[in-house]
């Protein structure tokens, strides 16, 4: 099973966007579907009101979760944590730079109510989508990015299976590694999905996209291409779901909300963790890339509208409108 990462301590005091982001409880929120009932009541207590947790005793929290002080030291050690001090200590850090940066831009509930505006409406999306990219970025562990970014780079083929919206995700990691020379394939089918990763082996790559991580097609894919000897790599929003089996596994951080909303945060969460495996990736083997990406650009250039084409289009308009004003 993955470790969970602690929050990257290597940022620097410039990057403001990233300390402001509150990692622990993004680490305890991507937890709560795996935890036990009673540690689940202290994870989701926390995770609603990280300062109310920080400035309660273990006996005031536990009276809250209606539950035991042994349980939320358990808890506190599920989540890497030595014990509730610790946890206390990490939420009031957070907090605190959360409340510095709610200073500058005041923080949106992320729910949708019956009663809000139209303009409320967007303003949520936009915020909760925001949100998840800004804390996808935050929490995302750039150790294991870096170790599957380097197996990807001596990848025979790299294998992506993903079903629904996370389809879509795969399609587009599919073609942006194919546009530097990778070859790559991105399967959305059960069926297609196990007999090809029955044909992977050591010098392989499967990437498994699910935000759940309790998708069975995929994840019986993967567990098949590790099977076969493959490097398998998870992208989800639950690192100890079922999915949480891959060699590693690539956190997003994004919030369910009423009607789905959040199904589009967690596209765009997935999405980030793509756009990083690729400029990663093309980095590492820059030439060639820059290459391939100049190469690709140049084969499609003549299906592009350029500016003559755009200029003789404006002046047939223009002669058109001149005739039926005659």
């Known amino acids: 099973m993955a470790q969970i990462p602690k929050p990257n301590g290597d940022q620097t005091n410039g990057d403001a966007v990233a300390s402001a982001v509150p990692t622990t409880v993004l680490r305890i929120r991507s937890l709560i579907p795996s935890l036990a009932p009673a540690e689940r009541r202290v994870a989701q207590r926390v995770v609603d009101d990280p300062e109310r947790a920080a400035a309660s005793s273990i006996t005031q929290l536990a009276k809250d979760c209606a539950t035991s002080e042994a349980t939320v030291i358990r808890f506190c050690r599920t989540i890497d944590f030595s014990g509730y001090r610790e ?24 729910d949708i109510d019956p009663d809000d505006t139209l303009v409320t409406v967007v303003q949520k999306i936009a915020y909760t989508d925001a949100r998840a990219v800004e804390e996808t970025g935050a929490a995302l562990d750039v150790d294991a990015l870096r170790t599957v970014i380097d197996a990807m780079a001596a990848a025979r083929r790299i294998d992506v299976y993903g079903v629904g919206a996370s389809a879509f995700v795969g399609a587009d990691l599919q073609q942006k590694l194919h546009r530097i020379g990778m ?42 291409a590790g099977r076969r000897g493959a490097r398998t790599v998870a992208i989800t929003n639950f ?54 990406l100049e190469t690709t ?19 047939e308009a223009a002669d058109a409108t001149d005739a039926g004003d005659d």
Do not use: K
Not at 95 to 106: E, K, L, N, Y
Not at 201 to 222: E, P
Not at 299 to 309: E, P
């Open 87 to 110: 946890l206390r200590l990490a939420l009031a850090t957070e907090a605190g730079q959360a409340r510095g940066a709610r200073s500058a831009a005041p923080e949106l509930a992320s």
């Open 183 to 224: 070859t790559s394939f991105a399967w959305a089918d059960a069926h297609v999905m196990l007999t090809s990763a029955a044909l992977l082996d050591a010098r392989d790559v499967a990437i498994g996209i699910s935000h759940s991580g309790t998708t069975i097609d995929t994840v019986q894919a993967l567990a098949e």
């Open 239 to 292: 690192p100890r779901s079922p999915i949480g089996f891959a060699d590693h596994v690539l956190t997003t951080a994004a919030r369910e909300t009423t009607f789905r909303s959040g199904a589009t945060a967690s596209r765009l969460a997935q999405l980030t963790v793509v756009d990083c495996l690729f400029v990663g990736l093309a980095q590492s083997r820059y030439t060639e890339s820059r290459t391939a």
């Open 297 to 315: 650009f140049e084969a499609v250039r003549g299906l592009r509208i350029n500016d003559d084409r755009r200029r003789r289009r404006s002046g």
